[in-house]
Nanobody
Framework: QVQLVESGGGLVQAGGSLRLSCAAS????????MAWYRQAPGKQREVVAT???????NYADSVRGRFTISGYSAQSTVYLQMDSLKPEDTAVHYCRIRAGRTDYWGQGTQVSVSS
């Protein structure tokens, strides 16, 4: 069973930066889309950014211009560069890779931003 392993979360002051990484334990073929989601306490999980196998990116309005997603299908890895972090970005962040009819999810990594 392929697993997604995330890293890079942590505690940072407002205005700081973090880079999240997500790597598959084995190569995933026919990747359709890679994405990052987040879930803050008491809130529903929401999509943060997506990148297709062809390289098209999309961002939530709340992070556009501050976050950058990069996906590498051949390596089955996806990154999220987060700059100008705000306290409202505090959440558990999850990566997701969809290939064919299969969804792979990471276990989540905590991002905490202090004011």
């Amino acid at each position: 069973q392929v697993q997604l392993v995330e890293s890079g979360g942590g505690l940072v002051q407002a205005g700081g930066s973090l880079r999240l990484s997500c790597a598959a334990s084995a190569r995933i073929l026919s990747i359709y889309i890679m994405a990052w989601y987040r879930q803050a306490p008491g809130k529903q999980r929401e999509v943060v950014a997506t990148v297709t196998g062809g390289g098209t990116t999309n961002y939530a309005d709340s992070v556009r211009g501050r976050f950058t997603i990069s996906g590498y299908s051949a390596q089955s890895t996806v990154y999220l560069q987060m700059d100008s972090l705000k306290p409202e970005d505090t959440a558990v962040h999850y990566c997701r890779i969809r290939a064919g009819r299969t969804d792979y999810w990471g276990q989540g990594t905590q991002v905490s931003v202090s004011s």
